[in-house]
T-cell receptor, first 111, second 111 residues
């Protein structure tokens, strides 16, 4: 039982490049979330999903896209990376109005 | 818009001391409140979850209380140890199962 895993752990991009972050969970959770954590700003919700095939915007969705093609996976995409997207990205999953379980994070630097 | 504030931002105590971390939120319409621990460069570990109908939860040396009507929660750590050094985050669940986080309290327990 791995819980919530994230791939990759670290990544450096140049401005304008694209990439996809993968989140996987093996707890059969319906809900999955993507957050970013920045100094002085705390964790902020980017996008979330309430089930396979669904996605919704969070607090800071601009510049990101997501997909939930399989229940266990939630992908976060950056189509054209900007320095403002340098951050630590966390994925989480849960059963809804209850405890959320977090992955170890992905450190992204955009030059 | 829900806002979560944690006081103090940083706290340094000698080993063995009992301590209290504070969390306040502006909108009392919450489903639950979670306390997390985050070690440097790591993900979030859930410590305690208090449902909106509960007043407190306990786990080992940790006790969390919730006063929903006044928008306050406290995390009490008994007999602190150097291994308790970490950042402690408070988060509330509001509509749509979305978590709103405080910026955290950075705790240092000195041997």
């Amino acid at each position: 039982n791995a819980g919530v895993t994230q791939t990759p752990k670290f990544r450096v991009l140049k401005t304008g490049q694209s990439m996809t972050l993968l989140c996987a969970q093996d707890m059969n959770h319906e809900y999955m979330y993507w957050y970013r954590q920045d100094p002085g700003m705390g964790l902020r919700l980017i996008h979330y999903s309430v089930g396979e095939g669904t996605t919704a915007k969070g607090e800071v969705p601009d510049g990101y896209n997501v997909s939930r093609l399989k229940k266990q996976n939630f992908l976060l995409g950056l189509e054209s990376a900007a320095p403002s997207q340098t951050s630590v990205y966390f994925c989480a999953s849960g059963l809804g109005v209850g405890e959320q379980f977090f992955g170890p994070g992905t450190r992204l630097t955009v030059l | 818009k829900q806002e979560v504030t944690q006081i103090p931002a940083a706290l340094s105590v000698p080993e063995g001391e009992n301590l209290v971390l504070n969390c306040s939120f502006t909108d009392s319409a919450i489903y639950n409140l979670q306390w997390f621990r985050q070690d440097p460069g790591k993900g979030l570990t859930s410590l305690l979850l208090i449902q909106s109908s509960q007043r407190e939860q306990t786990s080992g040396r940790l006790n969390a209380s919730l006063d929903k009507s006044s928008g306050r929660s406290t995390l009490y750590i008994a007999a602190s140890q150097p291994g308790d050094s970490a950042t402690y985050l408070c988060a509330v669940t509001t509509s749509g199962s979305r978590l709103t986080f405080g910026e955290g309290t950075q705790l240092t327990v000195n041997p």
